[in-house]
């Protein structure tokens, strides 16, 4: 966009730059040069906000603040707040909006394709009912960690933000991918068991009984790094002990004083 250069432009004394004048001796013109321009620069702004220009009609209000749903959205502020309660294939118009997803039943929403929007462009859901699925269309892949997903499923009171990469969609908030963030904790909380913790520390645990002097305990995941320490200890009530010994990353030895006694065992590493 730039000042205008139809006929019979004056010249502001205080910036320099060229505007239209209505005098009686002169009026600069309005070319079509001078509204295509302005015309072109507003829809500039509509469509990076993922908005499909809509015909000028008074009585449907969205058609006449477009302008101003873009400014929000770049704002920080979401244009609009839409209820979903049903499978939907979402447009690029759907950007900048919060989608409430109601409704009964399961259901699948998916999302525009990631190419078709502009880089940065955000989507936010809140789910009040169980299981939406919010699945990926094409083969642009949900991020809600460094691994893709096809679908993230939002049940009752999950909420999720993802933003498009022009080729994927990134999870940047919610706690409907709070799962798949903690994945990399992850447990198996058997009687012979593991828990990952967020310092990268694992606690192993479980139990056996000796078949002879000793007995070869294999851990339920092999310790990426570092075998911290291992305890096993007697579960009765006689003079039977036990120890540990040739410890690895995999597994151990626990050795008794007698056969046919149940022990427990614990293990920490990283």
Do not use: C
Request: net charge neutral; no cysteine.
């Amino acid at each position: 966009m730039d000042y205008t250069s139809s006929n019979a432009f004056a010249t502001d004394v205080g910036t320099g730059q060229r505007l239209h004048q209505q005098s009686a001796a002169v009026t600069t013109a309005v070319t079509d040069q001078d509204m295509n321009g302005l015309i072109w620069e507003i829809l500039a702004v509509i469509k990076a906000a993922g908005l499909a220009p809509q015909a000028f009609d008074k009585t449907v209000v969205a058609s006449y603040t477009q302008l101003l749903q873009a400014i929000r959205s770049f704002q920080g502020s979401f244009s609009d707040l839409v209820s979903i309660t049903g499978s939907v294939t979402l447009t690029a118009s759907a950007t900048g909006k919060t989608h409430l997803l109601g409704g009964s039943g399961s259901y699948t929403v998916t999302l525009p394709l990631a190419a078709s929007v502009p880089v940065g462009s955000v989507l936010s859901f809140a789910a009040s009912t169980g299981s939406v699925s919010v699945t990926r269309q094409g083969s642009n892949q949900i991020f809600p960690n460094s691994s893709g997903t096809n679908t993230v499923v939002l049940n009752n009171g999950d909420n999720l933000t993802l933003v498009s990469s022009g080729s994927a969609w990134i999870a940047t908030g919610g706690t409907a991918v709070l799962g798949n963030a903690l994945q990399s904790f992850g447990n198996s909380l058997g009687a012979n068991g593991y828990q990952r913790l967020p310092t990268g520390l694992i606690v192993q645990w479980g139990g056996g009984v000796t078949a002879g002097s000793s007995v070869t305990v294999t851990f339920p995941v092999a310790f990426p790094s570092q075998m911290l320490a291992a305890y096993a200890t007697y579960n009765g009530a006689s003079s039977a002990f036990f120890g540990t010994n040739s410890i690895n990353s995999a597994q151990m030895t626990v050795t008794g004083n007698s056969v046919n006694q149940t022990f427990s065992w614990f293990a920490i590493g990283k």
